[in-house]
């Protein structure tokens, strides 16, 4: 899949006070644990995404998959792309991290699609004018942040 090709629907990010090996294990953990829920198997069903379970390598990795994503690119605390496709739309969500001053890192989250035909049209509609694909998004960058945070913390080896 040509993500650059994908038109640009929105990016979230945030500061997080965590190293980057931090960061990365709570992406995984995060992503992991919001799309392997019952109902994100269920909304897979019904839109009809091609990878509907939990499968390849762990940690994430090249490969790896989880209801409506399957991961394109791996770099371990820098990049995460997973890319997904169902009825009514083709699309990726790339992750980056980078260090800023003051020992924290920027995770960013841009998301991509092509919502084709009418349906298309209708889902993006749905799930993107709305306001819920914002909602939701920025909800599990902060969720990634959170735990993160709580990693760094919870490990006095980690906090030099």
Do not use: C, K
Request: glycine content about 10%.
């Amino acid at each position: 899949m040509d993500i650059a090709a994908l038109p640009r629907i929105d990016e979230h990010a945030t500061l997080v006070a965590a190293r980057a090996d931090d960061v990365w294990q709570a992406l995984g953990e995060t992503l992991e644990e919001s799309f392997g829920r019952p109902r994100s198997a269920r909304y897979a069903r019904l839109v009809g995404v091609a990878d509907r379970t939990a499968s390849g390598p762990r940690p994430l990795a090249m490969g790896s998959a989880f209801p409506g994503f399957r991961v394109a690119d791996a770099v371990p605390g820098r990049q995460l792309v997973l890319v997904g496709r169902h009825y009514f739309s083709t699309y990726a969500l790339v992750f980056r991290m980078e260090e800023t001053e003051g020992g924290r890192m920027r995770l960013r989250a841009e998301s991509r699609a092509r919502f084709p035909g009418p349906g298309g049209a209708l889902y993006r509609l749905l799930v993107i004018s709305s306001g819920a694909h914002a909602l939701l998004t920025g909800r599990l960058v902060a969720a990634v942040r959170h735990r993160a945070e709580r990693l760094r913390w919870a490990s006095p080896t980690r906090n030099a």
